[in-house]
């Protein structure tokens, strides 16, 4: 007999756990994926036409308190800033509404994502956990890419190193509803661009940061003044899919300016605060509905099982 749809999920999502501990190995208190990361503290001020696209209560408000974390790719809590699989960086956002209640953005710096859904997800990682320097070509992951499009153009994609955290531009791959007061819905997908704008060192200069660098040199950064950064909403044509983080829109469809955020300092007790925070794909607020994408789901799901395994933690 199958299982209920919500019953599917969770198991989904355990097994990609289990699969993001035999990649990484297990490490208490620290996320399976995007271990290593520094949470900073600051406010959202919305634009005047975010209205036009949703009534999101941050967006009607003169400002919001907000909670950020940078992170770098992988389950490693050590992972050296300079390693080719530190990227993409991510960049979580609460919007803190009031007391336990927010809603929160997901993005990382690339606009892409490998896989359509989880059960490809899951293909994907345990080609790659199978495919160890020993074994001969063609490996599982070399048949995985060559038979997946979207994850080799993932893989492939430039992933370069930025000069600092607050020097790239970040992505929410999956498509959400906005909707305004006046009832009218488009779907729109997150992009949260630095207003310094990009910037990126070349292949000299990553050998030479240290391990630590852009954690660093973000919290030197924003001890000398804000920084910010837009949060943009790139709108779907009605022509557009809304339900596959791994098909893109032309970079010709409108750019809504929702807003800015500003980020003034690091939260002191980062590594308590990390442990305990659980950012939420699903935005669950008034104004901003989910899209069919069924990666939203799932990673709900894994933010939330890997959360209560995180805080359950001892060491």
Known sequence: ?????????????????????QLFGLHPGFRPAHAKGLMLTGTFTPAAQAQLLTKAPHVLRISTPVTVRFSNSTGLPQLPDRAPDANPRGMAIRFNLAEHVHTDIVSHSIDAFPTRDGYEFLEFLRAVAASGPDVPSPKPVERFLGSHPAALAFVQAPKPFPVSLASETYFGVTAFAFTNAAGKTRFGRYRIVPETGNSFLSDEQVSKIAENYHYDEIAERVAKGPIRFNVVAQVADPSDTVDDATIHWPESREQVQLGTIELTEV????????????????????????????LLELRAAIYLLSGRRRRAATA
Not at 3 to 18: F, H, N, S
Not at 269 to 277: E, G, L, R, S, V
């Open 1 to 21: 007999m199958p299982l209920p749809q919500d019953e599917r999920i969770v198991a989904l999502a355990t097994d990609l756990l289990q699969q993001f501990d």
């Open 267 to 294: 939260v002191t007790d980062t590594p308590a605060q990390q442990k305990y925070i659980i950012f939420d794909p699903i935005p669950r607020c008034d104004g901003i509905e989910p899209s069919a994408d069924p």
